[in-house]
């Protein structure tokens, strides 16, 4: 239980994270909470050659209103959106679901931006930033692009981030005033993934759905949007029998493996079960229902 | 003398704050500021690390093991393995239970993770880096994880080693897989009386392996002295002289030339008893470098290799009358103990007490017959915070009269009210051999059915069941046996099974002793000070209590099985009251009066009838200057303690769970513990102990378990997987009590740490099988998973 030999570098700014994984290639490895990595790195399941530490990179902080995006810095901490009230305000999804993720000590090293870049199924944030449409800006030595959260999963601990790209910033399209969110999540203690869990937005306008996004963690190789599952409630007064048919789609989409969460069929019941209770709660929030 | 005349006999009594004061504890002003001094925080100059190569296989030969890479790499200074340990004979050591078990795998290995190699190196990251370069080549063989398949004809053999021998140190057997046949009780009578019976249940119940993880995991630093040919050893030891006993009969080192040093332990629960391959690994590097060696487990090696507990799979019965009255009890048990027959029992009990699951109930005639295999899983076999297999025992005993009860339509409380051992009959000779020493379990059932106003929660079930809620109530009675034990009934490598304790008084009045006994934070350095203050009437604040450390400590065989106050505190009382019989002589002679004219009182002897008096303070330093003629100075004494009887302590906990029927999430809404541990030492660190031990049942009924796939690989031994509950998912706990005393323990004290475990467990089955009992349903299998609560409504249609 003790990590290989490894260089470790502490960089203060963007530009130097980003020379460094330019020049590192894929045996660099980004630090930020380290809750993932470094557990990993004591099992020896990863051996980064070069460890690049971004948490003394204080322009990766901060959650800002920018009108139509929120834009939340990739080192800001799970406690920080915890407590954000701007986030409370316009995004509630966020500190809801932030709450729900491992412990307090976690959180105040854990990152949003670790979380999304991770590529864990597991990690409760992607589905959340699918649900949303957010994208996230990547950055390297050889300039910025931006990718959309619903782009960017591709396998287990396999995404869209290339090994001299730096994830800096999560972009969430400011959510309408009155759009009801929720994320609904089972797991067995306080620090464990979820068996499964839903993250749900829509909007209402004279008691019908006229939008809305779920999105599942930890039910397949990646963070899952089942489209068809949020086509079952839009257009209808989000009843009885379209969440039946919302948790159906959920549960179709659904590929879990079996582990000691549960076999397959209860953790896929489960990701019906997450999506019921989710747009029963967000329909609860939603103006216009 | 001039404050006795200004405090009050109370003020006087509770300036000692001795037996019953709720006093903090001693030990955690370090433990709460970090300064606790665990094996891991000793550091001794020029300190080595060593750590295992493990077994990738369950079960397989060893072709060969090649370190040539591993030696070339910087600071790994030796790699240890079998055939390094073979000229000293330490390549296999003896277990507690008359087995033998491999230090490092020699020639096969039997379970994965096992011991293959020991490498040696400057620091633990240069110990990892040299394993990783250790090549193992082995001959896959087919595993055997099943207990169930162990006795086949079929069966592969998985300890060559014995295969021919036909016992393995605990009686006869008949398959090379097979340790032991125990049985006990009238077969014939059990066996008519079933036949007879109006009535007759039978379950099969699992209580599947588990694991006591302690927070701090096993691990040592040995150190030879090449000056003196002394070897220390301090370690996570829950009994240290026996260690050092083991440690002599195996080295042939002298016992003098061995110290044995337990310094702060986080936690043992049955962990911490045996002997493992890291400690025996460690000295023997320390003697061949002649360096200190640490070792220290990581949490997967705790929970994949050092002792497990339970994997007791049990097949239970009840004959019983029309009214519910119990005529018959049966059980057949497969017990797996894994590769090595590692199990930690008094020697001459290879299924520990099981044969307590009579319980709380007064039942006529019984048979129990347990078998032990061997599988190609990790050994064991502890006692998890329990005394030795009673929570099993428990466990099968509540279930069944839970089940008897739903059976016949007798209310749950109703059926244990009618089949309870009565307070008139102790002390009470059970049928399969006990003598059980005092009890009061009606008062102590009525009093918790009152507390939680049981009627009113029954119609409250009853109501909620209309609506289609589901609702459970669970009831235990449980009975313990602890205290092991009589030297009669009791031994662990042939030592009797007594404890100790030491008393030194110092001429100004205040006290060292020492105990045989090993706190791993039941709290001892306060509540055996406690003891002492009330015996001599010497403030609790002025005694210091010292375990652990065989140099100084008379000999004892440790702490586990709820032994330490049943013994070792009898041991203190009685070494105190030998202090407090001398002290009266000096007493006499010193106020020139007969011993015959003085009284105790409080902290003094007093001159009956009269304002003449002495404290023990100033008798301790007349015991330095001012004796009778005759006498020797001094105010010591030791005393060891051969307990008459084991001890039994019993409770009533109820327990309500709310089910949510979608997802199979148990709320444990209300948890009501009463328990009856005798006469009350310090009624804080009680309900401390019940916390602890509550939250572990929790932890044991509604999560943990080890779990194996069909070849052999252990999942889920990390503590991502392996439940620990924290604060969130842990309940609230009431706790109560009743005080029967012990009749035959000095200050009638029974102990109390293993009691919430063992009646715990079965109050949250009992309470979440009861949430289904509308629906025929009698039993499920633990843990109760979210998962597995959801197998069962998704069965019953009751998730729609």
């Given at each position: 239980m003790t990590p290989g030999v490894f260089e470790y570098h502490r960089p203060n700014t963007?530009?130097?994270?980003?020379?460094?994984?330019?020049?590192?290639?894929?045996?660099?490895?980004?630090?930020?909470?380290g809750h993932s990595l470094v557990p990993m790195m004591k099992l020896r399941l990863a051996e980064p050659a070069h460890l690049i530490d971004i948490n003394a990179i204080d322009g990766l902080r901060g959650i800002r209103d920018e009108g139509d995006v929120i834009v939340i810095g990739a080192g800001t901490t799970q406690a920080e959106v915890l407590t954000s009230d701007l986030l409370a305000k316009k995004c509630p999804i966020l500190p809801e679901a932030a709450a729900q993720i491992a412990d307090p000590q976690v959180r105040n090293c854990g990152t949003i931006g670790g979380n999304c870049a991770n590529g864990d199924p597991g990690n409760d944030d992607p589905a959340i930033m699918m649900a949303l449409d957010a994208s996230y800006t990547l950055q390297s030595q050889d300039g910025e692009?931006?990718?959309?959260?619903?782009?960017?999963?591709?396998?287990?601990?396999?995404?869209?981030?290339?090994?001299?790209?730096?994830?800096?910033?999560?972009?969430?399209?400011?959510?309408?005033?009155?759009?009801?969110?929720?994320?609904?999540?089972?797991?067995?203690?306080?620090?464990?993934?979820?068996?499964?869990?839903?993250?749900?937005?829509?909007?209402?306008?004279?008691?019908?759905?006229?939008?809305?996004?779920?999105?599942?963690?930890?039910?397949?190789?990646?963070?899952?949007?089942?489209?068809?599952?949020?086509?079952?409630?839009?257009?209808?007064?989000?009843?009885?029998?379209?969440?039946?048919?919302?948790?159906?789609?959920?549960?179709?989409?659904?590929?879990?493996v079996e582990d000691l969460r549960g076999t397959r069929e209860y953790r896929t019941a489960m990701a019906g079960q997450m999506t019921r209770q989710a747009i029963v709660e967000a329909l609860s929030r939603a103006a216009g229902s | 003398m001039s404050d006795a005349q200004e405090m009050t006999l109370e003020e006087r009594e509770a300036s000692i704050g001795g037996i019953g004061t709720a006093r903090k504890r001693k030990e955690d002003a370090r433990f709460i500021r970090g300064q606790g001094?665990?094996?891991?925080?000793?550091?001794?100059?020029?300190?080595?690390?060593?750590?295992?190569?493990?077994?990738?296989?369950?079960?397989?030969?060893?072709?060969?093991?090649?370190?040539?890479?591993?030696?070339?790499?910087?600071?790994?200074?030796?790699?240890?393995t079998a055939k390094d340990l073979e000229p000293l004979s330490l390549h296999w050591m003896p277990t507690l239970a008359g087995d033998m078990a491999a230090v490092l795998a020699d020639k096969k290995v039997h379970f994965q993770n096992q011991e293959i190699a020991f490498v040696v190196a400057t620091d633990r990251y240069a110990a990892t880096d040299g394993i990783q370069k250790v090549v193992v080549e082995y001959e896959a063989l087919p595993p055997l994880i099943d207990p169930k398949t162990a006795l086949d004809d079929d069966a592969p053999i998985i300890r060559d080693d014995v295969a021919d021998n036909d016992e393995v140190g605990q009686g006869k057997r008949h398959h090379p897989n097979h340790i032991f046949e125990w049985q006990v009780g009238d077969k014939e009578a059990t066996d008519a009386a079933f036949e007879a019976a109006d009535i007759t249940i039978s379950e099969d119940i699992a209580y599947p392996r588990c694991h006591p993880s302690p927070i701090e995991t096993c691990g040592c630093v040995a150190s030879m002295d090449a000056t003196n040919g002394k070897l220390t050893v301090y370690g996570t030891f829950q009994a240290p002289h026996v260690v050092r006993t083991i440690v002599s009969l195996i080295t042939s080192i002298e016992e003098n030339k061995i110290r044995i040093v337990s310094p702060d332990v986080g936690g043992g629960f049955g962990n911490k008893v045996g002997a493992y391959p890291g400690y025996i690994c460690a000295a023997a590097a320390s003697i061949v470098t002649g360096h200190p060696v640490k070792w220290i487990e990581s949490r997967i090696d705790n929970l994949s290799t050092t002792a497990f507990a339970r994997d007791y799979h049990m097949t239970g019965e009840l004959a019983a009358d029309k009214d519910g009255k119990i005529l018959a009890v049966r059980a057949k048990v497969l017990a797996d103990h894994g590769a090595f027959n590692t199990h930690a029992q008094p020697m001459k009990w290879p299924a520990g007490f099981f044969n307590i699951i009579t319980g709380s109930y007064d039942i006529p005639v019984g048979h129990v017959k347990v078998d032990g295999v061997y599988t190609n899983k990790a050994p064991g076999g502890v006692a998890y915070r329990c005394s030795f297999r009673v929570t099993e025992a428990a466990y099968l005993i509540e279930r069944l009269i839970d089940i008897l009860a739903q059976k016949t339509g007798i209310d749950k409380a109703e059926i244990r009210m009618r089949n309870f051992v009565q307070p008139e009959q102790f002390p009470y000779n059970s049928c399969l051999g006990w003598e059980y020493d005092s009890g009061d379990y009606p008062t102590a059932l009525k009093t918790a059915l009152k507390a939680v106003d049981y009627d009113g929660l029954r119609k409250e079930q009853a109501e909620k069941r209309e609506k289609g809620e589901l609702m459970g109530i669970g009831v235990a009675t449980f009975t313990e046996i602890v205290g092991a034990g009589p030297v009669r009934n009791c031994d662990i490598v042939g030592l009797g099974m007594f404890d100790s304790c030491e008393i030194r008084v110092h001429p100004t009045g205040s006290v060292i002793a020492r105990l045989g006994t090993k706190s791993t934070g039941q709290g001892h350095e306060t509540t055996f000070a406690q003891i002492i203050?009330?015996?001599?009437?010497?403030?609790?604040?002025?005694?210091?209590?010292?375990e652990g450390d065989t140099d100084t400590a008379p000999y004892g065989l440790g702490t586990y099985g709820s032994r330490s106050t049943p013994v070792a505190g009898a041991a203190t009382a009685r070494a105190a009251r030998k202090i407090r019989a001398k002290a009266k002589k000096i007493a006499a002679h010193v106020l020139e009066v007969t011993e015959q004219d003085l009284e105790w009182e409080i902290d003094r002897f007093k001159v009956a009838g009269s304002d003449v008096s002495i404290t023990m303070k100033d008798i301790a330093m007349a015991a330095y200057s001012n004796i009778p003629e005759g006498m020797?100075?001094?105010?010591?004494?030791?005393?060891?303690?051969?307990?008459?009887?084991?001890?039994?302590?019993?409770?009533?906990?109820?327990?309500?769970?709310?089910?949510?029927?979608?997802?199979?999430?148990?709320?444990?809404?209300?948890?009501?513990?009463?328990?009856?541990?005798?006469?009350?030492?310090?009624?804080?660190?009680?309900?401390?102990?019940?916390?602890?031990?509550?939250?572990?049942?929790?932890?044991?009924?509604?999560?943990?378990?080890?779990?194996?796939?069909?070849?052999?690989?252990?999942?889920?031994?990390?503590?991502?997987?392996?439940?620990?509950?924290?604060?969130?998912?842990?309940?609230?706990?009431?706790?109560?009590?009743?005080?029967?005393?012990?009749?035959?323990?000095?200050?009638?004290?029974?102990?109390?740490?293993?009691?919430?475990?063992?009646?715990?467990?079965?109050?949250?089955?009992?309470?979440?099988?009861?949430?289904?009992?509308?629906?025929?349903?009698?039993?499920?299998?633990?843990?109760?998973?979210?998962?597995?609560?959801?197998?069962?409504?998704?069965?019953?249609?009751?998730?729609?």
């Open positions: 963007v530009e130097e994270a980003l020379a460094l994984l330019g020049q590192f290639g894929e045996d660099g490895k980004v630090l930020a909470g692009r931006q990718i959309a959260a619903r782009e960017f999963y591709q396998g287990i601990y396999t995404t869209a981030l290339a090994d001299n790209e730096l994830l800096t910033e999560v972009r969430i399209p400011t959510p309408a005033e009155g759009v009801g969110m929720s994320y609904q999540k089972i797991k067995r203690k306080v620090g464990d993934y979820a068996i499964a869990a839903a993250a749900v937005t829509l909007s209402m306008s004279n008691g019908q759905c006229t939008d809305a996004a779920i999105a599942l963690t930890n039910v397949g190789d990646t963070a899952l949007l089942p489209l068809a599952a949020a086509d079952a409630i839009k257009g209808t007064s989000v009843d009885a029998s379209a969440v039946d048919a919302a948790a159906e789609a959920a549960m179709a989409a659904s590929e879990p | 001094n665990y094996v891991d925080d000793i550091k001794l100059p020029g300190m080595l690390h060593g750590d295992f190569v493990r077994s990738s296989h369950a079960h397989a030969l060893i072709k060969s093991i090649n370190s040539e890479e591993a030696l070339k790499v910087e600071g790994v200074l030796a790699v240890i203050a009330t015996e001599l009437g010497i403030p609790s604040d002025n005694i210091t209590v010292e020797e100075h001094g105010l010591e004494t030791t005393d060891y303690y051969d307990p008459p009887n084991f001890t039994y302590p019993f409770g009533a906990y109820i327990c309500v769970v709310d089910i949510d029927r979608f997802t199979g999430d148990v709320k444990v809404r209300r948890f009501y513990a009463l328990d009856d541990c005798g006469t009350r030492i310090n009624p804080m660190v009680i309900d401390g102990q019940i916390h602890g031990g509550l939250t572990e049942a929790f932890a044991i009924a509604m999560g943990q378990e080890i779990v194996y796939d069909e070849t052999g690989n252990v999942l889920g031994a990390s503590l991502m997987d392996y439940f620990l509950p924290s604060a969130v998912e842990t309940p609230e706990w009431e706790t109560d009590f009743t005080v029967t005393p012990c009749p035959h323990h000095p200050i009638g004290a029974k102990g109390i740490g293993e009691s919430p475990n063992v009646g715990g467990v079965p109050a949250f089955s009992n309470a979440i099988v009861d949430a289904f009992a509308h629906l025929d349903v009698t039993h499920m299998p633990m843990p109760h998973t979210q998962g597995k609560v959801w197998k069962l409504l998704n069965e019953l249609g009751l998730n729609k």
